[in-house]
Every structure is written in structure tokens, then in C-alpha cells.
């Protein structure tokens, strides 16, 4: 693999940490922190990138593993789901928002935020975030076929949450 | 021989994602001609995937990407 600089590392991946990490915690200054850990711990080398598989499971397996942290701590603490920050209140854009209704986009993120987070690190990484299989596989730490059953109960659900909206959401 | 439900919706994952054999394909493809139900729900299925596509993924802020490459660049020296 030809070198690649850190900066490099987090033009392509930033976002996409980023978008795990919401979508995982639904917390936008604890996925800011996720980012900002992951790229640290890149740069402290303290899992370093042996070039023998895909660089976005890795970066992404960093990501993950610190956002499943955080998601696991939040868990022991009784009060933390009255503090969560409410989705359609993001600071953060959504990159493409424009091509589909807010209120669509609001039952979008209220219906992947429902899902077990096996599930929704699941979607997120393969359908929204557009890794491979295999890439998913790594970031997740499972097989692939794992993978594909995650990814099919996690797309069956959300037919289900979002069935009235698809047959008129002209993508 | 033609899918049943079930095994249409096992193959759904690679009908979606583009991978299927060749075989496979024309047997979904015989299934799908002829149930309206699995029809849908491969329709369904893939507008699902367009809408994450198309909304689901998000920009991190620019306050904080200053911020984290601020902190990038102290430990590095001002590298990259």
C-alpha cells in the first residue's frame, strides 16, 4: 500500500466515524469525541495498520470499538437515557439531506435509532456509509455471513418502521 | 426450479448488493414474475438501502474538525 498521511486517513474517513458514532450513541459531542479518539489512537499508533486488510475496516474497528465503550458506560448510568440529545435537533448536516422531505428524514433517524446497535452499526456501515461486506466483517470483528444476516434484519425492520413513507419517497 | 418465499428472501442480500450467480438470478427472477408479495418486499427492501444512502450519512461539523485536527497537528509537531 502506498503511504498515506493521517490527514489523508481523515479527509476519507471523518465522516463516516462520525456517522457510526451518532447513529450508535445519538449523542453528537460524544461521536466528536469518538472521532477525535480514533484518529488520536491512529496517530498514537497504539493499533497500528499492518496494510494486510482493508484500511476502512480498520479506521472504522477503531471507531467502533470506542463507540461500543461509550455505549456500554452510558448504559450503567440510570439517568442517561432522558439526557439523550433528540436526532432532528442535530447540529450536524446531513450530507445529502436535500433529496428527500424533513419529516421523512426525521422518521429515517428515529427508525435506525430503534434498532438493536448490532443491527444499526450493521446498516449504518454497509448502507449508509457504503462499505463492502468484507469491510464491514472487519470493522465489525464477525464473519461475513453474520454480517448479511445483520444487515437483512436490520433493512426487514426498517421496511417495516418506515413502510408507509416508501412507496412515495421519490429518491 | 423455481424460489420459494423463503429462499427469496434468503438471496435477498445478494439481489440487492448485485452478487448473485447466474442461477440465482434467473430463479429469483421466475419467483418474482409471479408473487406480487416478494416483489414488494425486494422493492421495499432497496428503497430502504437508497434512503440510508441518500440521508443516513452525516458531516462532522467543522467546529470540531478544526478541533481534532488542531489536536492531530500538536502531537504531531505541525505534520500531518
Request: charge should be negative; proline fraction near 5%; include cysteine.
Given at each position: 500500500?502506498?503511504?498515506?498521511?493521517?490527514?489523508?486517513?481523515?479527509?476519507r474517513f471523518a465522516d463516516g466515524?462520525?456517522?457510526?458514532?451518532?447513529?450508535?450513541?445519538?449523542?453528537?459531542?460524544?461521536?466528536?469525541?469518538?472521532?477525535?479518539?480514533?484518529?488520536?489512537?491512529?496517530?498514537?499508533?497504539?493499533?497500528?495498520?499492518?496494510?494486510?486488510?482493508?484500511?476502512?475496516?480498520?479506521?472504522?474497528?477503531?471507531?467502533?470499538?470506542?463507540?461500543?465503550?461509550?455505549?456500554?458506560?452510558?448504559?450503567?448510568?440510570?439517568?442517561?437515557?432522558?439526557?439523550?440529545?433528540?436526532?432532528?435537533?442535530?447540529?450536524?448536516?446531513?450530507?445529502?439531506?436535500?433529496?428527500?422531505?424533513?419529516?421523512?428524514?426525521?422518521?429515517?433517524?428515529?427508525?435506525?435509532?430503534?434498532?438493536?446497535?448490532?443491527?444499526?452499526?450493521?446498516?449504518?456501515?454497509?448502507?449508509?456509509?457504503?462499505?463492502?461486506?468484507?469491510?464491514?466483517?472487519?470493522?465489525?470483528?464477525?464473519?461475513?455471513?453474520?454480517?448479511?444476516?445483520?444487515?437483512?434484519?436490520?433493512?426487514?425492520?426498517?421496511?417495516?418502521?418506515?413502510?408507509?413513507?416508501?412507496?412515495?419517497?421519490?429518491? | 426450479?423455481?424460489?420459494?418465499?423463503?429462499?427469496?428472501?434468503?438471496?435477498?442480500?445478494?439481489?440487492?448488493?448485485?452478487?448473485?450467480?447466474?442461477?440465482?438470478?434467473?430463479?429469483?427472477?421466475?419467483?418474482?414474475?409471479?408473487?406480487?408479495?416478494?416483489?414488494?418486499?425486494?422493492?421495499?427492501?432497496?428503497?430502504?438501502?437508497?434512503?440510508?444512502?441518500?440521508?443516513?450519512?452525516?458531516?462532522?461539523?467543522?467546529?470540531?474538525?478544526?478541533?481534532?485536527?488542531?489536536?492531530?497537528?500538536?502531537?504531531?509537531?505541525?505534520?500531518?
Amino acid at each position: 500500500m502506498p503511504p498515506i498521511s493521517l490527514t489523508e486517513v481523515f479527509d476519507r474517513f471523518a465522516d463516516g466515524v462520525y456517522t457510526l458514532a451518532v447513529r450508535l450513541l445519538r449523542d453528537h459531542h460524544l461521536a466528536e469525541d469518538v472521532v477525535a479518539d480514533t484518529f488520536l489512537a491512529i496517530l498514537r499508533g497504539r493499533a497500528p495498520y499492518r496494510g494486510d486488510g482493508s484500511l476502512a475496516g480498520w479506521v472504522y474497528r477503531i471507531g467502533y470499538r470506542r463507540a461500543i465503550a461509550l455505549l456500554r458506560r452510558r448504559r450503567e448510568l440510570p439517568t442517561a437515557d432522558a439526557e439523550l440529545l433528540p436526532l432532528a435537533d442535530r447540529p450536524a448536516e446531513a450530507v445529502h439531506a436535500e433529496v428527500i422531505r424533513p419529516e421523512l428524514a426525521d422518521r429515517l433517524d428515529a427508525a435506525i435509532g430503534e434498532l438493536p446497535p448490532t443491527l444499526r452499526a450493521a446498516f449504518v456501515l454497509r448502507d449508509v456509509n457504503e462499505l463492502s461486506t468484507a469491510e464491514v466483517s472487519a470493522a465489525l470483528g464477525i464473519g461475513e455471513s453474520a454480517v448479511k444476516m445483520r444487515l437483512a434484519r436490520a433493512r426487514a425492520r426498517l421496511r417495516v418502521s418506515l413502510k408507509e413513507y416508501l412507496r412515495e419517497s421519490h429518491l | 426450479m423455481n424460489l420459494t418465499c423463503d429462499q427469496l428472501e434468503a438471496v435477498l442480500p445478494e439481489l440487492l448488493d448485485g452478487s448473485p450467480d447466474g442461477a440465482t438470478q434467473a430463479r429469483a427472477a421466475e419467483h418474482l414474475a409471479t408473487c406480487d408479495r416478494c416483489r414488494l418486499t425486494v422493492e421495499e427492501t432497496g428503497e430502504v438501502r437508497s434512503l440510508g444512502r441518500a440521508h443516513g450519512r452525516l458531516r462532522l461539523p467543522d467546529e470540531a474538525r478544526r478541533r481534532i485536527l488542531d489536536a492531530l497537528e500538536s502531537e504531531t509537531g505541525g505534520g500531518g
